[in-house]
């Protein structure tokens, strides 16, 4: 009687211990599960970034589409139907190859604001672009800002090239 009262008493002492070694295990797994994830939306949220910045840095607007929301995607043929063709051949020539460099991103659920620099023969912009996730992909949302009438009554400012002949 004695021992099956003694391996009672040590089937539930390993029985606890388990418990709590499996509790911390399952712990740790979770842990690293979310920080894993975290990393993975970042790497996703960077490719997405670059890829857009880098197309439409150098006016490509049609290899910008798949990084881009259906909204920003009206933007992107705006500029690409509109903008780019008004713009001066040599000032587009002069202002590319455009070099992004993603500087920082911060993500907060659905939402992310990525801070870049892009570098160009002519110029040095430093921005935020924000990237959302959208049916559960991460795209860039750069929606226009006059949700009115794009079509009547549109008034573009377009700044002249500079003189590239000095």
């Known amino acids: 009687m004695k021992q099956r009262k003694e391996f009672g008493q040590f089937a539930r002492t390993l029985f606890y211990y388990n418990m709590k070694k499996t509790f911390r295990i399952f712990a740790a797994l979770i842990a690293v599960s979310i920080l894993a994830s975290c990393n993975s939306d970042k790497k996703n949220i960077e490719k997405v970034a670059y890829g857009y910045l880098n197309a439409t840095g150098n006016y490509l607007a049609d290899e910008a589409m798949p990084y881009a929301t259906p909204e920003t995607q009206e933007t992107l043929r705006f500029l690409k139907e509109v903008l780019i063709p008004?713009?001066?051949?040599?000032?587009?020539?002069?202002?590319t190859p455009a070099e992004i460099t993603i500087n920082n991103i911060e993500v907060a659920?659905?939402?992310?604001?990525?801070?870049?620099t892009k570098v160009t023969p002519l110029k040095t912009l430093e921005a935020q672009i924000t990237v959302i996730k959208f049916d559960g992909k991460w795209l860039v949302d750069l929606p226009l800002e006059n949700k009115a009438d794009t079509t009547s009554n549109l008034t573009l400012s377009i700044p002249a090239a500079p003189n590239l002949a000095q």
């Open 109 to 116: 659920k659905d939402t992310a604001l990525v801070y870049y």
């Open 86 to 95: 008004l713009t001066d051949t040599s000032y587009i020539a002069a202002n």
